[in-house]
């Protein structure tokens, strides 16, 4: 997760510097910075985190470390979410049109939602099957 932030974050730095550009209007550009923005904040979050680990493990400050990585990697997943659907936006605006962007941005942004938060809710609240006697 740590690498692909960091991949789309500079791929998505580059962008501007790109001939085809200028195909943004400017309701897309808004879009792509805060894409650029949220990638960036992501990469911030989540990048740290075995930085994290390795100062405060050795000194037995597991809980501290737990919760911390806990916040960063939850903030930085819902940050990665919207970075990822601007991106789907912005790419489906440039090549098929501000429709298609939009059932592309509103297509990410439930699968995101599905699959990152609604199933992981339902899996934390079904109940943990008894061990088996042996």
Do not use: N
């Amino acid at each position: 997760m740590q690498t692909g932030v960091q991949l789309l974050t500079g791929l998505l730095l580059t962008l501007p510097f790109q001939q085809r550009f200028d195909v943004l209007d400017d309701d897309m550009r808004v879009v792509y910075l805060a894409t650029v923005a949220a990638s960036i904040a992501s990469t911030v979050l989540l990048v740290p985190l075995v930085g994290m680990h390795r100062m405060l493990f050795r000194r037995h400050r597991i809980a501290v470390l737990v919760s911390a990585a806990h916040r960063c990697a939850y903030a930085g997943l819902l940050l990665l979410g919207l970075a990822l659907t601007g991106a789907a936006a912005i790419v489906f605006d440039a090549v098929s049109g501000r429709t298609a962007a939009l059932i592309a941005g509103v297509c990410a942004l439930t699968l995101f939602a599905a699959f990152w938060w609604a199933l992981a809710l339902m899996m934390r609240s079904t109940p943990r099957p008894e061990p088996s006697a042996k």
